[in-house]
Nanobody
Framework: QVHLMESGGGSVEAGGSLRLSCVVS????????LAWFRQSPGKEREGVASFDRSDLVRYASSVMGRFKISKDNAKSTLYLQMNNTKPEDTAMYYCAAEYACYFAGLRTANYNSWGQGTQVTVSS
C-alpha cells in the first residue's frame, strides 16, 4: 500500500514561487508513474504535470514554461517547482501515483493512489 504525503503549499503573491514536495512511501519508487493534479472549488480535478516510467514529462498547457516537475529517486520524493505564479493557480494540489504503469499522463482516472493535498493560494 503506497502512501503519499504532500507539503510545501502556502500563500504567495502573483509572480512568486513555491516548491511542492510529495514523499512516496512504499517499494520501488522507480516503478511508479507520478503526477501532480490540482482542484479549485467548483471545478474538476485537472492534471498539471506528470512523469511516466521512461521519465517522459508532460505539462498542462496552462503551466508550461512556469512549472517544473522533478523527482529524487534516492529520497522517493516528487517535486513541483512553481514559478511566475498566477491567481488562477490557486487550488488544492495533489500528488498521484500509479504502480507498475508505463504511461499514465494527466488523466485522473489513470491513477489509483492519491495524497491528501496541499493548498496553494496566489494573491494578485
Amino acid at each position: 500500500q503506497v502512501h503519499l504525503m504532500e507539503s510545501g503549499g502556502g500563500s504567495v503573491e502573483a509572480g512568486g514561487s513555491l516548491r511542492l514536495s510529495c514523499v512516496v512511501s512504499g517499494d520501488a519508487f522507480n516503478l511508479y508513474c507520478l503526477a501532480w493534479f490540482r482542484q479549485s472549488p467548483g471545478k474538476e480535478r485537472e492534471g498539471v504535470a506528470s512523469f511516466d516510467r521512461s521519465d517522459l514529462v508532460r505539462y498542462a498547457s496552462s503551466v508550461m514554461g512556469r512549472f517544473k516537475i522533478s523527482k529524487d529517486n534516492a529520497k522517493s520524493t516528487l517535486y513541483l517547482q512553481m514559478n511566475n505564479t498566477k491567481p488562477e493557480d490557486t487550488a488544492m494540489y495533489y500528488c498521484a501515483a500509479e504502480y507498475a504503469c508505463y504511461f499514465a499522463g494527466l488523466r485522473t482516472a489513470n491513477y489509483n493512489s492519491w495524497g491528501q493535498g496541499t493548498q496553494v493560494t496566489v494573491s494578485s
